[in-house]
């Protein structure tokens, strides 16, 4: 049998104590809300809701299952907010809505940390503070209760009212204190003063001034009212002197007021004498006056004496005695006393008188004879006090020796012969007398000698004329023996000596001397007979007149004739430099270099007449190129470039041009013109290195250019100039450049530059390392152009964009309808024009009636006049019309405002995992009104999230109606990372974030193939650059130059990517592949190791070299490497560096044998060169050097 039962179902009913029950609770308390339903059949589902969100949702909601309460354990400030319980069953749901709020601690507003008041005044202070509720206010000192009010007075401030008061704020749920310093400010007080005090010189007087007060006093010390010591200080000290004394006052100032004090400090003293000199010196005749002053105290009494008797005397008081001689004379000389007296004590000190006599001046003779050359003495008596000073003149100047006595002493010459003055000075006055002085003549020459020419075959005369009182006696002679008179003839009234038919043997000195009783001298003729001269050049260092560069040549020129000609070198008509040849009698020598070719000759010259005799030499020489240093060029892409190579050499050098070690074919680019090679429309590719190689069969000459093609920047983007961007947009505008050097790139937004890494305008605008130009929320006022900047040292170029901002618009709304927004989930009342009418939604009758159980969603108002949409959805995004019963319609066309809401769920992060070459496609659509835009975002180490474009990131396209579809044709590497699509209108945003993970195989980061040079017995450490995903296995093997390939033990690169090897030695040398490998695939790198081992010579020990001066200095140092490996060559001398210069050259040059050999030359040697040279050669692994002692001699010939 069946049995059915029937019920009627009874709608919940909660318990209510009105619409909207009000809590309050403290922080982290638990709190319980109930929900008591009184009556529902069957029994009612509950449900707590917390802001419209299940409280679910949130962390410490508990929902009991026997009585529908609600508890939250740990009550905080984002729990507040309306909770609703909501109970359901099949005839109905209640709710009741409770605001649950948060009781806050009190907080009391800052009080300032110290008050400060004056003793005597009234203090008042207001504590306030906040809270819920409100808190009560009490102040507090060392724990006692001072008063329940928020004020505290004081009427009359005391010294002891100082000290800490804390204000203590209190209610429900807390308590909040807070304190202040009192300070009382009291005015100085000074204790225990003397009013005076007497002292001796030299006692130590104290003064003490304590003084208290607050804040604490500072001292002044004051004398007779002048600042003495502005420090604070309550101790003076200090040594009594006569200058002591005074009034001494201490003053005590603080910020409240001052206390001052007296004393008055008198010095007693014992007379002292001032200022009596040792010697008082006076001329004889004229007025004296002696002083004498004293000091002490009490002041003493003054007198002077002389001779034991007391000639002045004054009384106390006078100031000082003075003792007045009118006319002093030589008895008035001697020692004179002056004495003070008091009651202290006395003093007493003496001035000695001394009366001065000027000299006078006494000479026994008015001439005086002086024998030449002979020591002479003259003597004059000299009177006077103090002694004089005596003085001899000749011509207003000092004459001779003068001894102690005045006397004159000199040796007489005949220009002394004259007046001659003395002068005698003392500090009385001065005397002088005028003496003269007569210096006989001995017989002179006007010349000790006397040069004649004469040629051979003619006469001649020798002349002597001679000087002398009385007139001297002439004689002649010939190598001091007396001339023959066979054709010699002497005339003895005119004393010449007559040579008739002059030969070549009669060249020579004659001699004519002249007596007379005084003495005698002698005159010198040189006879200079005259001959034409002879020349011709000799050499046997010339074979054809041709010698090799660098050789010794000397030319000998043999000349004769009288006098002895003077011989000239020219080359090619021109003098010879002393610099660059040696000249010795008729040797020229010269060590030959390029310049010395050319038509050698010799003049032998004299006053008769000169020949030349002349030679042409050739000198053979190596190659050289003008400036052989190596050289760096830099030029423009497009333009043309020189590279000069002016060549010299003999025989003419060949010259061949090289690039990068090869020789260079001619393309019409590349153009040999006379001395230099013209590259012509140059592009980076012909960057390198050029050789120019210059030969003949004496050797070879290089020199290197190293050359560089740069580039003016250029711009390289797909982004159009003008560019659509929507308000709140986030967009990025790539800016790359090419260009070497590598362009700087930057911006320039309304006349303002932004540069990479600046973040400006609130970082609305951010410049990227890469020149990326974000814009973060695009603004009507961002509309503009923006012009991009590429800049090197060749140039600048530049890309501008213009800028529009789109504010969005509802092109959907009728230009008819009347315009009427609501927010979601609000009301909205549409209001009938005409009164009562029919309702129409998008031109069909609206259906009022209600589909759920609770509160209609379109309700008529005012008996049809106003519709009343409640709880608005995007349903209602409509054109609702009210229509008149004659047809007339009005339109209202309501659009319900919302934010964003995405399609896809759910709303957290998303994980794609894709492989390389795969298509991946997101969509972030959203709804929402006005209709949401979507910018796209990826986050960035540095820069956090950042928008980007196709433009931006390779392989990406944005597209749809929103730009809400991100496409990856191609997932590659590069787009590994965490990216953000936020949809965005005026109502809000959503965002969403997703993570891309790439997998593929390894790729490399770093260059295919590296070359690592290390020194021997260091550690060398591979670091092999791979990227990939998933993570890669690497191994590693090595091969050997000249062995097989093997695997290298795992232990060395137990880091996997990194390889290392302690203590590297030469046999380790070789090529390591490292191999990087997952299940996508696999990659290799490859590194080139080379061990260098320190430099070796070939010879170390010190090499002494002597060198001739004008030679050719050359010092070599050869030295061997592992595998011929570059060094660093310097060469020192003395410690100091050698560089080249015009005499100096430096070059290295690699032998057959595999070493190579380092050369210093010096041309033109001199002794300055001499020293210790040392060759120094190294690398990475070290240095070694050799040592040369050079040694530069002087010539002989």
């Avoid at 600042?227 to 005074?246: D, K, L, P, Q, V």
């Avoid at 787009?975 to 390894?1002: I, K, L, M």
Wanted: charged share 25%; with cysteine.
């Amino acid at each position: 049998s069946f049995f059915f039962f029937y019920f009627h179902a009874v709608k919940p009913r909660i318990s209510k104590t009105g619409e909207l029950e009000v809590l309050k609770s403290v922080a982290s308390k638990t709190v319980t809300l109930m929900c008591s339903v009184t009556e529902s059949l069957p029994p009612p589902t509950i449900k707590w809701y917390l802001k419209e969100r299940p409280v679910q949702d949130f962390a410490g909601m508990i929902v009991s299952k026997e009585d529908g309460s609600l508890t939250i354990t740990n009550f905080h400030s984002d729990l507040s907010g309306n909770y609703t319980c909501v109970a359901e069953n099949p005839a109905g749901s209640d709710n009741k809505t409770i605001f649950l709020n948060l009781y806050e601690l009190p907080v009391i507003e800052a009080l300032p940390a110290t008050k400060t008041v004056e003793e005597g005044e009234r203090f008042f202070i207001v504590c306030h503070a906040r809270g819920d509720p409100e808190p009560e206010i009490t102040w507090l000192r060392e724990g006692r209760l001072l008063t329940d009010s928020k004020e505290l007075v004081i009427e009359r401030v005391q010294k002891s009212d100082a000290g800490k008061y804390i204000c203590r704020a209190n209610n429900t749920a807390g308590i909040d204190q807070t304190d202040f310093n009192l300070g009382v400010l009291t005015l100085p007080r000074i204790k225990d003063w003397e009013e005076s005090k007497y002292v001796k010189k030299g006692e130590i007087v104290k003064l003490h001034c304590d003084a208290d007060g607050n804040p604490k006093p500072n001292i002044t010390w004051l004398k007779n009212n002048e600042t003495i010591r502005r420090i604070s200080i309550e101790h003076y000290r200090f040594e009594a002197s006569i200058y002591s004394a005074g009034v001494y006052s201490c003053i005590a100032r603080n910020d409240v007021g001052e206390s001052r004090v007296d004393t008055n400090i008198i010095v007693l003293v014992t007379p002292l004498i001032q200022d009596i000199p040792e010697f008082t010196e006076v001329k004889a005749g004229d007025p004296v006056d002696l002083k004498c002053s004293a000091i002490g105290n009490p002041y003493p009494s003054l007198s002077w004496q002389f001779r034991g008797e007391t000639l002045v005397k004054q009384d106390v008081g006078n100031d000082s005695a003075v003792l007045h001689i009118q006319h002093v004379s030589e008895s008035d000389a001697g020692t004179y006393f002056c004495l003070a007296n008091s009651s202290v004590g006395y003093d007493r000190r003496n001035t000695t008188l001394k009366v001065l006599q000027p000299p006078k001046i006494k000479c026994s003779e008015d001439i005086y004879r002086a024998v030449p050359n002979e020591n002479t003495e003259i003597h004059c008596d000299v009177r006077a006090v103090p002694p004089a000073s005596v003085i001899w003149y000749k011509d207003d100047r000092g004459f001779g020796y003068v001894r102690d006595d005045g006397t004159l002493e000199f040796v007489a010459n005949e220009e002394d012969s004259g007046p001659l003055k003395i002068v005698a000075i003392n500090r009385a006055g001065y005397d002088e007398q005028t003496v003269n002085l007569v210096v006989l003549k001995p017989p002179s020459f006007s010349e000790p000698s006397t040069s004649i020419p004469a040629l051979v075959g003619t006469n001649v005369s020798l002349p002597c004329d001679a000087q002398g009182d009385p007139k001297p006696n002439i004689t002649w002679a010939q190598y001091n023996y007396p001339v023959l008179p066979n054709k010699l003839v002497f005339n003895p009234a005119s004393g010449e000596l007559h040579i008739l038919n002059v030969e070549l043997d009669d060249d020579g000195a004659y001699t004519c001397t002249a007596k007379n009783r005084v003495g005698h001298s002698s005159h010198t003729v040189y006879l200079n007979v005259l001959s034409e001269p002879k020349a011709e050049i000799k050499s046997w260092d010339l074979k054809d007149g041709t010698i090799r560069e660098g050789k010794e040549l000397t030319l000998i020129c043999d000349f004769s004739g009288q006098p002895k000609p003077r011989l000239t070198w020219t080359k090619d008509g021109f003098p010879l430099s002393e610099s660059n040849f040696i000249r010795s009698s008729n040797k020229l020598k010269l060590i030959t270099t390029s310049d010395s070719s050319g038509l050698y000759a010799c003049t032998a010259e004299n006053i008769v007449g000169q020949e030349t005799s002349s030679v042409f030499i050739n000198v053979t020489t190596k190659p050289s190129i003008d400036h052989p240093e190596d050289q760096s060029v830099t030029e423009l892409e497009g333009r043309s470039l020189d590279l000069d190579c002016v060549v010299h050499g003999n025989p003419t050098p060949s010259v061949t041009w090289l690039r990068n070690g090869t020789v260079l074919r001619v393309f019409p680019d590349f153009r040999v013109d006379k001395d230099k090679l013209v590259i012509s429309n140059l592009t980076t590719s012909m960057e390198g290195s050029f050789t120019c190689q210059a030969s003949n069969y004496l050797g070879v000459e290089e020199k290197l250019f190293k050359v560089t093609v740069n580039s003016i920047p250029v711009i390289k983007t797909d982004v159009p100039e003008h560019i659509n961007l929507y308000q709140f947009d986030d967009y990025a505008i790539p800016c790359r450049a090419d260009g070497k050097p590598v362009p700087s790139v930057y911006w320039k937004i309304r006349g303002e530059q932004y540069t990479p890494g600046s973040r400006n305008d609130g970082e609305k605008f951010i410049i990227r390392n890469d020149g990326t130009l974000l814009i973060k929320n695009v603004s009507i006022e961002d509309a503009g152009k923006f012009k991009c900047y590429a800049k090197n040292e060749e140039g600048e170029s530049s890309k501008s964009h213009e800028i529009t901002v789109i504010v969005p618009s509802d092109v959907t709304a009728s230009l008819s309808a009347e315009v009427a927004t609501v927010q979601e989930r609000a009301s909205k009342r549409l209001v009938c024009p005409f009164g009562k009418g029919a309702w129409l939604k998008n031109g069909e009758p609206l259906d009022t009636r209600n589909p759920r159980g609770d509160d209609p969603h379109y309700s008529l108002k005012e008996n049809g006049k106003v519709l009343l949409i409640s709880d608005a959805s995007d349903t209602d995004f409509a054109v609702f019309s009210c229509e008149s019963p004659e047809g007339t319609r009005h339109d209202f066309n309501v659009r319900v405002l919302s934010r964003p809401a995405m399609y896809q769920m759910p709303f957290g992060e998303e994980e794609y995992w894709v492989s390389d070459g795969d298509t991946l496609v997101v969509n972030c659509s959203a709804k929402g009104y006005p209709e949401p835009r979507v910018a796209w975002h990826k986050k960035d180490p540095a820069f956090g999230w950042i928008p980007f474009s196709e433009y931006t990131i390779d392989g990406v396209k944005i597209s749809g109606t929103q730009t809400e579809i991100l496409s990856f044709p191609e997932v590659r590497l590069q787009h590994n990372g965490t990216y953000r699509c936020t949809s965005r209108n005026d109502q809000g945003n959503e965002a969403r974030e997703f993570t891309v993970h790439w997998s593929g195989p390894p790729q490399l980061k770093g260059e295919p193939k590296v070359t690592k040079k290390i020194a021997v017995d260091k550690t060398l450490e591979l670091s092999c650059q791979m990227e990939g995903s998933p993570d890669s296995s690497y191994s590693w093997k090595f091969l050997r130059s000249g062995g097989p390939e093997k695997q290298v033990p795992e232990v060395l690169h137990f880091k996997k990517n990194v390889l290392v090897i302690n203590r590297i030695t030469p046999e380790e040398a070789g090529e390591y592949t490292c191999e990087a490998s997952n299940e996508a695939g696999s990659a290799v790198q490859i590194f080139e190791v080379h061990v260098i081992e320190a430099p070796q010579l070939t010879r170390s020990s010190v090499t002494p070299l002597t060198y001739k001066t004008y030679e050719e200095i050359e010092l070599n140092c050869t030295s061997r490497t592992t595998n011929n490996d570059e060094v660093d060559i310097h060469w020192m001398k003395e410690g100091i560096f050698i560089i080249k210069s015009e005499r100096t050259t430096l070059k290295s040059a690699k032998n057959p044998n595999g070493t190579t050999t380092h050369s210093l030359r010096v041309v033109n040697a001199s002794k300055d060169d001499s020293g210790v040279y040392k060759c120094f050669v190294s690398n990475i692994a070290g240095e070694v050097h050799q040592m040369f002692i050079v040694t530069v001699i002087g010539r002989l010939y």
